[in-house]
């Protein structure tokens, strides 16, 4: 199967990204490019509309312009300038006999910029940082340049914003483009990622419907095949294997893929109360994923006696990596993760954070339970049942929303680089949209 990507990044740097996709294989790749910031959006919202795309790479600020038009189920990896092309900027400014002098750089996290200058012996005490952010115009960007070479005379300037050098136009400017390693390894990273995506899609999965014994007098024989119809005329499971289990229940066997489909992404099984209000009898539904039907089938069942606990007909899932996702409900989000109080509100913030409202409300709901304390990527992608990358990319996409702030570092290990905590702040974005709105 062909992936298709989609590239936005500014034409200068045309000739940098073409050679960085010269060795894809099996990859077509759909570019667009730009020479001011306000084309594109409409660039992006073209591509989205003609060509359907597996995964998409642009810069901050491309995406902080069009992040709301992406599709929730796009892969999407956002470049961000690296130590590597700070350093090369600094060797720049060396070759034109400013290494000593006082410098102002924009765009770059002022962790790298420490990292960078303590590297390279400089003075951090006259570096001065403007980081990037979602909201900075380059009139902002200029200005901040402006201020420090107006307050250190014999100053100098790093940016990366091509609108920035446009307006400075000043001798004391050094500029750059990320350079060909660097994309490469964020392209390759991309389709791996996809190629991943797919792996899972096509996992063999097995769901398991019981019907409840708790209900008194059901004619369970009956009311199995009455439930195995219903299930075979259900058009979602056209592409599955649906077979009698025993005397109480019905196994479906079906990639992971079309289990996601019907749970909306494991959130809710409307098709519970579908059979619910048909059969007058209470479903419950396990689904299990792993290496073998055998296994599959084994989770499953293990999954629907968790759902057939609960007392309600409600579904669950458990994964053969040991994740657990439930209760899910017959027609709406589980109460485990209802949010339901400012639903316009998340409309309005997950539109804006490119996130879906079922995401955002998940959230929400996490954020309760943690009361105010700071939680790490990894926790969080526990918290929702996705992977550790998944997690490490939600992260920041809220952080680009504004709806997470950094709060600080954890030592897990006696060895390795301390993990990053954050404190999720829906509820004071939520405040903050009800404010505007009232």
Known sequence: ?????GLVFHAQGLATFQEAARTLAGVRLEWVTYEREEQIRPAVADLLARQHLDGLLLGLMPYAECRDLLPPDLQVTVTKPVA???????????????AARPVSIDTFETGIVDEVAAALGADRDRI????????????????????????????CALTMRTAVTRELGDARLVTTE???????????ELVLRIESQRASAQRLAAGVFLLSTRDGAVDLDRTRVRLLNLLVQTSEFADAWIENRDRRGVVVFAQHALFERITDHWVSVPVLGHAEAALGSRVVAGFGVGASARNCVLLAERAAARAEAEGVSCGYLIDDSGVIIGPMG??????????????????????????????????????????GKAIAPSDL??????????????????????????????????????????????????QAVTGRES
């Open 178 to 188: 990320q350079v060909v390693s660097t994309v490469r390894a964020q392209l390759h």
């Open 330 to 371: 017959r027609a709406q989000p589980a109460l485990t993760f209802a949010y339901r109080a400012h639903a316009a509100e998340l409309e309005t913030l997950a539109r804006g954070a490119g996130l879906s409202t079922v995401t955002l409300s998940r959230l929400a709901a996490l954020e309760k339970t943690l009361h």
């Open 84 to 98: 590597l092309d700070l350093s090369l900027m600094f060797c720049r400014a060396a070759a034109r006999g400013w």
């Open 128 to 155: 001065a940082v403007l980081p990037y952010a979602p909201e900075q115009s380059p009139a902002e960007i200029v200005a901040f340049h402006r201020e420090f070479l107006a307050r250190e005379p014999g100053g």
């Open 381 to 430: 992608a526990d918290s929702l049942g996705i992977t550790d990358p998944s997690g490490r990319r939600l992260i920041r996409k809220l952080i680009a929303g504004g709806l997470v702030r950094a709060d600080g570092t954890a030592q897990n290990h006696r060895k390795g680089r301390p993990t990053r905590l954050y404190r999720l702040a829906i509820g004071d974005a939520v």
């Open 1 to 5: 199967m062909e992936t298709v990507l």
